[in-house]
């Protein structure tokens, strides 16, 4: 098990604000949002990746994304993984929740200022803790 501060949606130099870029019926929007830093224990994590049609890919991604091509194919994958005590950070760890959770992937490309930039892009997450649906 790895002891780790997990940043979500931020990084080490943002910890109590991070922009994001919203997608949104094709438009981009900036937004800035409040995150507070969590810590808890990454159990396990399986990362599993294949290809798929690029065509059928195309079908589930939004504008302005475009699927990343390796082979002539598309690239597509789950990450599982398993968190345990999950908490605000400072808090004792038998107050953390623990979870189960996928999330599907597909590796992405998008122009943005005449650059071509890449990502993923995650169409479906799954969780087993009720909670995790409540607050993303």
């Not at 979870?99 to 992405?108: F, M, Q």
Request: positive net charge; charged residues 25%; contains cysteine.
């Amino acid at each position: 098990m790895s002891d780790l501060s997990l940043y979500i949606w931020g990084d080490r130099s943002q910890k109590c604000q991070a922009n994001t870029l919203v997608i949104a019926n094709g438009r981009k929007t900036e937004t800035t949002m409040r995150i507070p830093t969590i810590h808890g224990y990454i159990d396990r994590r399986i990362l599993i990746n294949f290809t798929a049609d690029p065509k059928s890919v195309e079908k589930i991604i939004p504008f302005p994304f475009r699927p990343k091509i390796y082979k002539d194919k598309a690239i597509v994958g789950i990450c599982l993984i398993r968190l345990k005590h999950i908490k605000p950070k400072g808090l004792p760890d038998f107050i953390g929740v623990n979870s189960e959770n996928g999330a599907h992937r597909i590796a992405v490309e998008w122009d943005e200022n005449g650059e071509t930039k890449s990502g993923v892009y995650i169409p479906r997450r799954d969780t087993s803790l009720k909670l995790n649906t409540l607050v993303g």
